[in-house]
């Protein structure tokens, strides 16, 4: 892999793609995205609101960033929130079919790499 070619897709490439260009503002954002994402294709339907927040907090960010963070998403549409099928008290956060088929978009740019 040429990985200064990598960089420059990385970077430019981010433009091209509305959820991707949002989700990497700054770290925090970007681990959203990539927890939410890696959620998804794990098919894990169990790791709630409350999880992100956990999880995200041992990174040196705010219980309040983290919600501002998620707010933005879910305005956006970026991600959607359901209601977990095992505990109707807690929500779960789902990428997006947009946010699905750019970031497999995207992906695939680096395939050829």
Request: no cysteine; aromatic share 16%.
């Amino acid at each position: 892999m040429n990985l200064n070619k990598f960089i420059k897709n990385f970077r430019f490439n981010n433009v091209n793609f509305k959820s991707l260009n949002f989700f990497t503002k700054d770290k925090n954002y970007f681990n959203l995205y990539l927890k939410v994402l890696e959620n998804h294709y794990d098919n894990n339907k169990d790791y709630s609101i409350e999880k992100f927040i956990i999880s995200m907090i041992s990174n040196q960010v705010s219980r309040p960033t983290i919600f501002k963070i998620i707010e933005r998403s879910l305005s956006k549409k970026f991600l959607l929130k359901e209601q977990n099928k095992k505990d109707k008290r807690k929500y779960i956060l789902v990428p997006s079919q947009q946010t699905i088929k750019e970031f497999e978009e995207w992906a695939k740019l680096f395939k050829n790499l």
